[in-house]
Structure formats: structure tokens, C-alpha cells
């Protein structure tokens, strides 16, 4: 089936490491995206990319990274530099406009918690 | 960027009552969409909307574009314990920092059985 996979669904890092979450979609999306979801906070973009090497910063880019290599990949990698990243992740794919009518497609999500 | 104005934050509803929330913005958008976020998921397209004035149902929710294309509503009947989770108003963007959607901060539904 169709559909976008994120892993892993729990992470546990310590202070000071880097962590990578990846993001896989077999939807053949030119578009993907990384939200951050805090509680009562709504989803937050951090990086988006509408197209294989190319990507663009969110609202809240600062202490994380991403790459595009592959279509069907978007990794995010959330850094030392970030301060506060004990949140719950969101990757989404969709088409790129104009094809794109508003839907996304979301994986199911990765929580990770900074001890 | 632009904001969404989603109300009510939270909802705490007996099984059985209809529910009412709303998205405001101070800009025009030209689609207005609502998503459902089920706990521990990712957020799925509940109706999307593309017309000024237009009413949609799904089954037992009902959503509205407003007139204006600054607002939109969405309505559930009869809710049952399955409607828990929260609600995304979202409307359709162009890029920038804020990307292709922007969303509401949601509308966080608890039922009662």
C-alpha cells in the first residue's frame, strides 16, 4: 500500500547528541514536509522541500537539518544546537503546486524526548 | 506570517451533542480545508473547501467556506466517542517560511460516552 512511513516512533537522546528521524514516502510526491507539533502549539514547519536537492526553511528551522537526495526520502536531523527539541515530529508529503489542492499526507509520527 | 485564529482551544462534549468550531484569518485564503489528528497520529483531510459560500458534508460533519474567505466552519452531529482527537483548520499558501499550508493551532475534542 501506498503511504508515508516515519521511524523510528520513539526516541530517547541524551543532551548534546544529534539524532536523525527519518521519512519515507512510496506516494511518488514531488513535495515533503517536517512539522514540529508541541501541546497546544498547532503544527509548526521546519523545513520543507518541493523537489529532489532542493529545500526551504520553515518558521522554525534554527538546530535542525535536512537533505533531499532521493524522491522518496526526507530526513530530518535534529542537532545539538537545538534547544528545546523534546516535541513530537511530523513528516508529510503532498504534490507540488499548482497540482497540489491542499491535501498532505502525514506519517504517523516520532516522539522524541531529550533526558 | 500569517496567523489562523482557531476556536474553541478545547471541548469537553457528552456523547450524542453537536459541535461547532471555527478558523478566522485577517487574510483572504482561496482554500480552507480541516484536518482530524486521531491521538498518537499523524493528521488526516477530514473536507476541503475551494469556494467562497460552499457547503460540504462527510457524513456527519459539515464544514462551510465563508463568504468573505476569511473564515470557515465546521460542524460535527451527533458525536461519538471516535470524534476524540484534535482539528486542524488549514488553508492553502504559496511558500515562504510558512510553506503550502498554514494551519490553525486546533481544536482539541474530548466525548464523554
Known amino acids: 500500500d501506498g503511504g508515508i512511513t516515519q521511524s523510528p516512533k520513539y526516541l530517547f537522546r541524551k543532551e548534546g547528541q544529534n539524532v536523525t528521524l527519518s521519512c519515507e514516502q512510496n506516494?511518488?510526491?514531488?513535495?515533503m514536509y517536517w512539522y514540529r507539533q508541541d501541546p497546544g502549539q498547532g503544527l509548526r514547519l521546519i523545513y520543507y522541500s518541493q523537489i529532489v536537492n532542493d529545500f526551504q526553511k520553515g518558521d522554525i528551522a534554527e538546530g535542525y537539518s535536512v537533505s533531499r537526495e532521493k524522491k522518496e526520502s526526507f530526513p530530518l536531523t535534529v542537532t545539538s544546537a537545538q534547544k528545546n527539541p523534546t516535541a513530537f515530529y511530523l513528516c508529510?508529503?503532498?504534490?507540488?503546486?499548482?497540482?497540489?489542492?491542499?491535501?498532505?499526507?502525514f506519517g504517523e509520527g516520532s516522539r522524541l524526548t531529550v533526558l | 506570517g500569517q496567523q489562523l485564529n482557531q476556536s474553541p482551544q478545547s471541548m469537553f462534549i457528552q456523547e450524542g451533542e453537536d459541535v461547532s468550531m471555527n478558523c478566522t484569518s485577517s487574510s483572504i485564503f482561496n482554500t480552507w480545508l480541516w484536518y482530524k489528528q486521531d491521538p498518537g497520529e499523524g493528521p488526516v483531510l477530514l473536507i476541503a473547501l475551494y469556494k467562497a459560500g460552499e457547503l460540504t458534508s462527510n457524513g456527519r460533519l459539515t464544514a462551510q467556506f465563508g463568504i468573505t474567505r476569511k473564515d470557515s466552519f465546521l460542524n460535527i452531529s451527533a458525536s461519538i466517542p471516535s470524534d476524540v482527537g484534535i482539528y486542524f483548520c488549514a488553508v492553502q499558501n504559496y511558500g515562504g517560511s510558512q510553506g503550502n499550508l498554514i494551519f490553525g493551532k486546533g481544536t482539541k475534542l474530548s466525548v464523554k460516552p
Open positions: 508529510a508529503s503532498s504534490h507540488r503546486l499548482p497540482a497540489n489542492t491542499g491535501e498532505l499526507f
Open positions: 506516494l511518488n510526491h514531488d513535495a
